[in-house]
Nanobody, 127 residues
Framework: QVDLVESGGASVQAGGSLGLSCAAS?????????LAWFRQAAGKEREGVAG???????KYADSVKGRFTISRDDDKSIMYLQMNDLKPEDTAMYYC????????????????????WGQGTQVTVSS
């Protein structure tokens, strides 16, 4: 069982930066979970933004490559998403998600692969 709680969402202007955090309460080793950030804009489907495997490897959606950075601190059971050069199209509810993968690389950013989900944190980027 993994309980996830996101924080850090806010309203920012285009070109600005924001950092999101996802704190986990886990009953198994946090480091053995593949983790990811997803987002869902109003009227759109949920999409994978960035993921990090149990081996530390990362995967990004093309739309955020070079602007977003995902990281994890297994000692603190926290995952982060640093977002730079934000654009209005980044406006969405951001969710963190996890599934048990051992020390493997993350396989995909397909939401169906993820078992545990947080409640989300809102990011709004104004032009």
């Amino acid at each position: 069982q993994v309980d996830l709680v996101e924080s850090g969402g806010a309203s920012v202007q285009a070109g600005g930066s924001l950092g999101l955090s996802c704190a986990a309460s886990v009953y198994t080793k946090f480091g053995w979970n593949c983790l990811a950030w997803f987002r869902q804009a109003a009227g759109k489907e949920r999409e994978g933004v960035a993921g990090i495997g149990g081996d530390g490897s990362t995967k990004y959606a093309d739309s955020v490559k070079g602007r977003f950075t995902i990281s994890r601190d297994d000692d603190k059971s926290i995952m982060y998403l640093q977002m730079n050069d934000l654009k209005p199209e980044d406006t969405a509810m951001y969710y963190c998600a996890a599934y048990f993968c051992g020390r493997d690389a993350i396989s995909s950013l397909n939401s169906s692969a993820f078992t545990y989900w947080g409640q989300g944190t809102q990011v709004t980027v104004s032009s």
